[in-house]
């Protein structure tokens, strides 16, 4: 059941972000769709949806690695001295 919710959390931001990734792609190609009132503020909705899609995920997997020690030492949390 763990596993499919760590799947279900990577697939939705990977659908916000392909969505961001069409909307950009229709702006290049000059298709409005309707709840946007001009081409430019379309590319910026997409290139927003796509950078949060990719950033969460990202998050996600760099949160994941760190709990597991699988990351390089400069990215590793620093740990406190606790002075006795």
């Known amino acids: 059941m ?8 990577l697939v939705i931001p990977a ?9 950009m792609r229709d702006t290049v190609f000059q298709i409005l769709h309707t709840p946007f009132f001009s081409l430019w503020f379309q590319f910026i ?7 949060l899609g990719i950033a969460f995920i990202g ?7 760190r709990k597991n020690n699988k990351i390089a030492p400069r990215f590793q949390k620093k740990t406190k001295n606790k002075l006795n």
């Open 59 to 65: 998050g996600f997997i760099f949160h994941r690695d």
């Open 15 to 23: 659908i916000i972000a392909g969505y961001g990734i069409k909307l």
């Open 2 to 9: 763990q596993r499919f919710i760590a799947l279900m959390i």
């Open 45 to 51: 909705a997409g290139l927003i949806l796509c950078i």
